[in-house]
């Protein structure tokens, strides 16, 4: 009987050892697991493009691509991170960091990335991944929301075209839905299937913030007069003005725009990735242009949250990771990950390619938003993903439907809200 466990437990020890010869004993490369979101078919071809020429390059440290899906990424690395199988490195917006980083889930890259990448991004956008004293991820493609409009229907209702230098107030688009509307045709389609990104991030331009942090540091949730302009603009444009169809408040982007192409919307207010398929989808000869959000008492100031890339505190590479990361995100490939995912870079560097600036498609429009990108509201509450699915998605999604008023949108947000909260601040 010892004779069978001695060699079983022989014959463990070397498929053990034949399981770890990816580590930095001699026996063979190390091995990095890289997690990535990317999911357009052009932003895919880069970014495996971009893990072959480093493979190619560093035969010591060779990196695989595992593909992951927004869809399900906070829960599936929950898992992967509870159970000790996360990926070395994760692929996923800054919003989503906050409990993960406090959780110890990843690594602190203060010490692990290089001078020229920490100099190259701006403060505000090292702002969305900075919780206490640590850097838990790398911020490197964002979008600022935009408007996607039919630029002859546009071009013949007389209305004022904005630009970046003279954008619409909140209550100037509102007048030009209201004009651009009428004979089974609507102004705009607000596609908000997932409302709770889109209302914070565009209420900034208005001045509203809604979570607010003590010199405790505690965080609470108020409803201020900044935080109701956007949802009131909705709500008008919806009920009163009909402006806007309510058919499309359960609709995601991409539902609306086979309406958008055939007349029945002049604008839609999308993500700026979401060019990409209106230049592949818009039938021939059909003219769309891309014009910026409207502004408020903040101008166009708006919050979003960039994707990043993070280290498992779990991964026994973290260095080899960290310099795959700043590979990854040299200028001249920043600007192809931007270029592939039609988004932009927040790398002042890449920001400045003349591939970015261009007036077809947009790109110039969204390149001048650029500086006027804040971090997400939400940014560093913990918590969040859970007042937002259980608190903030169900009350608007109320509100722009007319089930419930201004005063119980308030009430659930904030009663309801800092209720959750507070469990994630004791």
């Known amino acids: 009987m010892r004779t069978r466990t001695a060699a079983l437990l022989g014959a463990l020890l070397l498929l053990l050892a034949g399981c770890s010869s990816d580590g930095a004993d001699g026996t063979g490369p190390i091995r990095l697991r890289f997690q990535s979101l990317a999911w357009q078919q052009e932003s895919v071809a880069v970014t495996r493009e971009l893990v072959r020429e480093w493979n190619a390059t560093h035969p010591g440290v060779q990196v695989e691509y595992v593909q992951g899906s927004w869809d399900s990424v906070h829960d599936q690395l929950l898992t992967a991170f509870e159970g000790g199988e996360a990926p070395d490195l994760v ?17 602190d890259l203060t010490d692990l990335l290089s001078d020229r990448l920490k100099s190259d991004i701006p403060g505000r956008s090292w702002r969305t991944t900075t919780f206490g004293d640590g850097i838990y991820g790398v911020p490197f493609l964002q979008e600022p929301r935009v408007l996607i409009a039919d630029a002859a229907r546009l071009r013949t209702s007389g209305v004022r075209i904005p630009t970046p230098e003279h954008p619409w107030s909140w209550a100037e688009f509102r007048q030009v839905t209201a004009r651009l509307s009428g004979a089974g045709t609507y102004g705009v ?57 309510g058919s ?5 982007g991409s539902d609306t725009l086979p309406g958008f192409f055939g007349g029945r919307y002049a604008m839609v ?28 008492a903040a101008g166009l ?50 920001l400045r390619d003349p591939a970015l600036h261009t007036a077809e498609n947009g790109w110039a429009v969204g390149a ?21 699915d259980k608190v903030a998605t169900p009350a608007l999604q109320e509100y722009y439907s007319g089930a419930i008023g201004l005063d119980e949108l308030r009430h659930r947000l904030e009663h309801d809200g800092n209720l959750i909260l507070s469990r994630y601040q004791r």
């Open 91 to 107: 692929h996923d917006a800054s919003d989503d960091l906050a409990d993960f980083a406090h959780g110890g889930y990843l690594a």
């Open 189 to 245: 389609a607000w596609p908000l299937r997932e409302p709770v990104s889109a209302t914070l991030n565009l209420s900034l331009s208005a001045g509203g913030r809604l979570f607010h942090r003590g010199a405790d540091g505690r965080v609470t949730v108020r409803f201020e007069a900044g935080d109701e302009v956007v949802p009131r603009t909705v709500r008008d444009q919806v009920g009163t003005d009909r402006s806007a169809p």
């Open 248 to 252: 499309t408040l359960g609709s995601g």
């Open 269 to 296: 207010p999308l993500g700026f990735s979401y060019r990409q398929q209106v230049a592949q989808q818009a039938p021939e000869g059909f003219e769309w242009q891309v014009l910026p959000a409207p502004a408020g």
């Open 301 to 350: 100031t708006q919050g979003v949250s960039p994707q990043t890339l993070s280290i498992a505190e779990d991964s026994p590479h973290k260095k080899e990771a960290a310099a795959f990361v700043d590979f990854l995100l040299r200028p001249d490939n920043m600007v192809r990950l931007a270029l592939g995912d039609w988004m932009l870079p927040t790398g002042t560097r890449a």
């Open 368 to 388: 001048a938003l650029a500086a006027h990108l804040s971090p997400a509201p939400a940014q560093a509450v913990r918590g969040y993903p859970e007042w937002k």
